[in-house]
């Protein structure tokens, strides 16, 4: 196999191998993470939005009743209620969590409301139930040590959790309430169906998430700034020493690569935080897909953004891989969104205008 270094001081004992090989490993990657995804048994949930849902007429309508969804907010204070509605046909089955960041959070309690319900429990006087509708209420638990989410990655404080069979067609409401204020995520529905945005877009969902939990910006953010930056400083060290100038479109390739290294660094930094908190679980080896193969993209980007020195008959095949990898990136959730399009940019700008020798 004919394989040349990485041309950049201090990273000469990374071996990447020739252009055709690194575009057959890159399907082959995306095969494997394909194959994964499909066999996975772990849960992952679509991002949604509540909007102002404190009284039953305003509830947050989720339109696929079934569909996993994964909801990040906030309930104000005690004595009013959050409603979410579903619109569902005898035999459906209404499921789904409610977890809160941390042990030391407010227990959460749910009523289920609808047709046909049974009804059961002490239910606030605050709850607002339509005519013709039972009421049961579920009573949250203290969550004990947390289980690992491999997708975000995340510990989850599960303190309740409900799975019925809907006994009627009709609209159903499940209204989540606490002793106080404070955050609390509502995960409703189980089966893993993504829309082309939803997917795309779970990269910038994530932060918010890691907001949600506790966390300050700056420690979320620091792990992808560090790389960036050094790599930036890198650059433009490997730049004047090398005593060319180095165009628009090398620059666009080389900084998407540092933004899926930098992603990247968040990803384990948060796999590393959870851990600490539920211990190890298999679920890591999820994560895993989502820290080695958009490192290997990224390395792949650097490596072909940094060959853009050659001949100008293979500057088309670099722009195409740059673009293919670019395209992968965006599945892989690899460097926030921004490092795919910037790749995805960069590629074409290098297929449609070439660069000259040396530029």
């Not at 252009?19 to 992952?44: D, R």
């Not at 941390?102 to 059961?120: A, L």
């Not at 080896?285 to 820290?291: D, N, Q």
Request: aromatic share 12%; net charge neutral; glycine share 12%.
């Amino acid at each position: 196999m004919n394989c040349n270094y990485f041309p950049i001081q201090g990273l000469n004992g990374i071996k990447l191998c020739s252009k055709g090989t690194i575009i057959t490993w890159v399907f082959v990657l995306f095969f494997v993470f394909t194959c994964i995804a499909a066999i996975s048994p772990v849960s992952a949930h679509a991002p949604a939005n509540t909007g102002s849902n404190e009284d039953i007429s305003n509830a947050t309508i989720i339109v696929n009743p079934e569909k996993s969804y994964a909801i990040y907010t906030d309930l104000h204070q005690s004595g009013e209620a959050q409603y979410y509605k579903f619109s569902m046909q005898k035999g459906q089955q209404l499921f789904g969590t409610v977890q809160v960041p941390d042990s030391g959070s407010m227990v959460m309690d749910i009523v289920i409301i609808g047709p046909g319900i049974v009804s059961s429990g002490n239910v606030p006087p605050f709850i607002e139930i339509p005519a013709g509708s039972g009421a049961m209420v579920i009573e949250g638990t203290k969550p004990g040590k947390p289980t690992y989410e491999p997708f975000t990655p995340q510990p989850i404080y599960e303190v309740a959790h409900f799975n019925l069979t809907v006994p009627e067609d009709g609209d159903y409401y499940i209204a989540a309430y606490g002793p106080g204020g404070g955050n609390y995520g509502f995960s409703p529905g189980f089966l893993e169906q993504f829309t082309i945005s939803e997917w795309l877009l779970i990269p910038i969902s994530v932060i918010s998430i890691y907001l949600w939990s506790g966390q300050s910006l700056a420690l979320v953010i620091t792990p992808f700034l560090f790389i960036v930056i050094s790599g930036l400083a890198l650059l433009i060290f490997y730049q004047k020493k090398s005593g060319k100038r180095w165009g628009y479109r090398k620059w666009i390739v080389l900084f998407s690569g540092l933004l899926y290294l930098g992603g990247v660094t968040v990803t384990i930094t948060q796999t590393i935080h959870t851990l600490l908190l539920t211990g190890y679980s298999y679920g890591v080896l999820l994560t895993l897909i989502f820290i080695v193969i958009p490192s290997i993209l990224g390395i792949v980007i650097i490596r072909e953004g940094l060959s853009l020195t050659r001949e100008k008959r293979s500057v088309p095949l670099t722009g195409l891989l740059i673009l293919i990898v670019g395209l992968l990136g965006l599945i892989m959730w690899a460097g926030f969104i921004i490092g795919p399009v910037l790749a995805i940019l960069g590629g074409t700008l290098v297929i449609i205008y070439p660069m000259k020798k040396n530029q």
